[in-house]
């Protein structure tokens, strides 16, 4: 089973990611900026496995550049408390 297929799955996923980036020393900046680039390879290149990831897929295709950015942010907030720590 992919980490996509389930929600609360997808969530832990990027918090591990986000917690080792935050230890390795990216800064927020440096987080914002691969989280929108994350969301918008998944956007335009994954399938969506789940509905929760089919709204954001619909959000960003139609959300504009800075948008995008706002939503990467708050994937950012929502998974901080997510995954191991």
Do not use: P
């Not at 986000?18 to 914002?32: I, K, N, T």
């Not at 335009?44 to 929760?52: E, I, M, P, R």
């Not at 960003?60 to 939503?71: C, G, L």
């Amino acid at each position: 089973m992919s980490v996509l297929d389930n929600w609360d799955s997808w969530k832990d996923f990027l918090g591990d990611r986000l917690h080792q980036a935050e230890g390795d020393g990216l800064d927020d900046r440096a987080v914002s900026e691969m989280a929108y680039e994350v969301g918008d390879y998944l956007a335009n290149q994954v399938d969506a496995k789940n509905d929760q990831e089919a709204v954001l897929r619909d959000l960003w295709s139609v959300a504009s550049k800075e948008e995008q950015h706002a939503i990467a942010n708050m994937m950012v907030k929502l998974v901080h408390n997510n995954g191991t720590k």
